[in-house]
């Protein structure tokens, strides 16, 4: 992937889209709904200098979706175990949504950067 500017910028509307849904689809409201928000934006705001290339934020962006992408996925796994099926169903749908999302961004992340060290070493 050429362009990971997009893939973050999807990356950061999928979490905030989740995150809102999550936090309005459960009656108490559990301001810990909100994390997946806050992160969206913070990836949203990184967009900008992740688009010229800078490469300081492409490694903050890669590491938080990454950490972010294996702690949704077992907070997904661990939901399974939850009694109350409406519960269990909203939270495996967030969390898995939200995971499979920033597994596959990292995932574009890295093929990337594979792909630029590529074309660099061809260069010379």
Do not use: W
Request: one cysteine or more.
């Amino acid at each position: 992937m050429k362009q990971p500017h997009l893939v973050n910028l999807f990356t950061a509307f999928v979490l905030i889209a989740a995150g809102i849904f999550s936090y309005f689809s459960n009656p108490l409201r559990p301001p810990t709904a909100l994390i997946g928000v806050g992160l969206g934006a913070i990836l949203l705001v990184m967009t900008g200098a992740l688009k010229k290339n800078n490469k300081i934020v492409a490694h903050v962006v890669v590491v938080l979706t990454l950490i972010f992408g294996i702690m949704t996925a077992s907070m997904a796994l661990q939901s399974r175990n939850e009694q109350d099926l409406e519960k269990r169903n909203r939270r495996m749908l967030v969390f898995g949504v939200m995971s499979v999302t920033c597994l596959v961004a990292t995932g574009f992340y890295v093929a990337g950067s594979i792909d630029k060290r590529k074309q660099r070493l061809a260069g010379k």
